[in-house]
């Protein structure tokens, strides 16, 4: 796996590590601006890592582990993830990541290349004799005035535009993935996954939502609108090998399982009767012989009584199998085993069986069909019992071949909702980066449909912030004002790091861009409000409206991103002292 050994990041043309003070400590320190190079070269070192994943025409990274397995991706968050990194500094970078993808799903590349390039420009400032104080205070300065620019100027609310935008924002997350040639398709697919899992919000949701999206939430919380939740969750997605990507399908209200009838006497098909839905037993317990417990001793005088044992223990796995059938169940899916002898019984009664099913899988499908996943089937008087109400409902359920091998299909889930989106490629890499770029759009549409609120991609955010926070930094009469410059240019990393991977002229087209927001917010002609919606078009290497061309993606994103990035460059700028202790083999 790759790695970057501690001592890679030490050796920089002005470092020069101080002296040990073992009379003191056991160890080693570093202090000043030893550190903060250190740390700064260590946080760039992780960026340009993924800085060439950014954007639609981003490159893809091969990760290759001790073992030899192979991960092609080019998503910030896994490939970071997949890294050993040992610097501590560099390691803040990578929780950052991990941070932006718990919270959004989307944009882990671009918070870590912010990150770092604040950073950059931070060491830069102190070089210069400015103090690390006032650095920090200028950032949060930075950030409190972008944060409120974006939700007064560039947030466009959901409701007054329509439908098409959830598309658009799905289309904007993926199109950097290997979904990018199929995004209509997977577009569509995404948005009716999310939509289809669609609850009435608590009290707690609705205020979660109201302290994420500003502006758009706080109109819908006074028109006492009613809000919903998407939980993603409830949305299985299943990967099967074989045929086109564009083959992949969702079953909407449905559930599939990676599980197959346990014997060929079962019935490939189970649905309703006389209206009463099919019931589905879900179990966490095995469905074997019962034998006796370890330690457990029979003095047996009688050779006779050897078979009443035997006889006793059969009776007793029948009862167990004949209380579930009892209870109305048609479907019997258990995580653990089922001998022979207990699917004798199933094939008998005509019900589905299936064993060693996925746990996580089951409880899913518990949510979904409105059931419970039974851990045993004692009660509290220490006698076996079957309950009826854990039992999940749907209309069918149906054995389907799916590829190499069959899967079950559930059909009309009673429960909360619930879907399954089945993937279909042509290897397993293609799969897994198909399922992490899929899980990208579903978190963003999420977001946009909780939130309401959405920006223009493309640059076009960054490159407005950048020239209102430079006519910002005019108004402030402090030293202040340089810092709050640098983070101006430090934002315009994000559009020039998306021309250089499109292989354009990045200062051009940086240029052209600043001249259009610049032009937009100064000018008194109304006409010249949409400037503000100006981003770059890498395929063709010009500028045009973004909201109009459909690059959007959600206002919260944007926004914690930026929050994420900013406090990550002030954790580490604020370090100033570095002691690393050795322990009773060398240096730890």
Do not use: W
Not at 83 to 106: C, F, M, S, Y
Not at 132 to 151: H, M, N
Not at 159 to 164: I, K, N, P, Q, V
Not at 255 to 262: D, E, L, S, T
């Amino acid at each position: 796996s790759l790695f970057f050994p501690l001592s890679s990041f030490q050796t920089h043309r002005y470092h020069r590590p101080s002296k040990t003070t073992r009379q003191f400590i056991n160890g080693q320190r570093e202090t000043g601006q030893d550190v903060r190079i250190g740390n700064v070269t260590a946080a760039l070192a992780v960026a340009n890592i993924v800085k060439s994943s950014l954007g639609p025409v981003g490159l893809d990274k091969m990760l290759v582990d001790d073992i030899g397995d192979v991960l092609i991706t080019n998503d910030g968050a896994t490939i970071l993830k997949s890294l050993e990194v040992e610097h501590p500094a560099a390691r803040v970078l990578v929780d950052l990541a991990n941070l932006q993808d718990q919270e959004v799903g989307d944009g882990t590349t671009s918070v870590v290349i912010i990150a770092a390039e604040l950073l950059r420009r931070g060491n830069d400032l102190v070089k210069n004799r400015i103090h690390p104080t006032t650095i920090i205070s200028g950032y949060r300065a930075a950030l409190k005035a972008a944060v409120a620019y974006i939700k007064r100027e560039m947030v466009v609310n959901i409701a007054e535009l329509g439908e098409e935008h959830l598309v658009n924002a799905a289309k904007t997350s993926m199109s950097s993935k290997i979904l990018g040639k199929e995004e209509d398709f997977f577009a569509k697919l995404a948005v009716n996954a999310v939509k289809s899992v669609k609850m009435t919000a608590t009290a707690a949701d609705v205020a979660g939502y109201e302290a994420m999206g500003g502006t758009a939430a706080d109109a819908m919380a006074k028109s006492g609108k009613e809000r919903y939740k998407y939980p993603l969750s409830a949305i299985h997605i299943l990967k099967a090998h074989g045929k086109s990507s564009l083959e992949s399908h969702l079953i909407d209200g449905g559930f599939a399982i990676n599980a197959m009838r346990a014997a060929q006497g079962m019935p490939t098909f189970v649905e309703g009767q006389d209206g009463q839905p099919v019931k589905i037993a879900m179990l966490d317990i095995n469905l074997q012989r019962h034998r006796m417990g370890m330690g457990v001793q029979i003095i047996v005088k009688d050779p006779a009584e050897i078979e009443n044992i035997k006889k006793r223990e059969m009776d007793i796995t029948k009862e167990r199998i004949r209380k579930i059938i009892d209870a109305g169940a048609r479907v019997v899916l258990t995580t653990k085993g089922v001998d022979d002898l207990c699917l004798k019984y199933f094939v008998e009664a005509g019900i589905i069986c299936a064993r060693r099913c996925n746990r996580e899988d089951l409880k899913r499908l518990a949510k979904a069909s409105g059931g419970r996943v039974v851990t045993t089937m004692a009660d509290m008087e220490g006698n076996e019992a079957f309950d009826a109400d854990c039992l999940g409902s749907c209309d069918s359920v149906r054995e389907v071949r799916i590829g190499d091998g069959e899967m079950l299909y559930v059909y009309g889930c009673k429960g909360h909702g619930a879907s399954t989106i089945v993937l279909r490629g042509a290897n397993e890499y293609m799969l897994d980066e198909m399922d992490r770029a899929l899980h990208d759009s579903l978190c963003v549409v999420k977001r946009m449909l909780e939130s309401n609120t959405l920006v223009p991609g493309g640059g076009a955010a960054e490159a407005a912030l950048s020239v209102y926070l430079e006519d910002y930094a005019h108004t402030i009469q402090t030293r202040e004002q340089l810092v709050i410059q640098e983070y101006a240019d430090a934002l315009l990393v994000i559009p020039k790091t998306l021309s250089v991977n499109a292989a354009k002229d990045a200062s051009e087209l940086v240029a052209k861009l600043r001249s259009m927001h610049a032009k937009g917010q100064h000018s008194e002609d109304s006409n010249d409000d949409d400037l503000k919606f100006m981003g770059l078009d890498l395929v063709n290497g010009t500028i045009r409206n973004n909201l109009l061309a459909g690059v959007v993606e959600p206002a919260i994103s944007k926004i914690k991103s930026l929050r994420f990035a900013t406090e990550a460059a002030i954790t580490i700028l604020r370090i100033d002292d570095r002691i690393t202790l050795y322990d009773t083999k060398g240096l730890a």
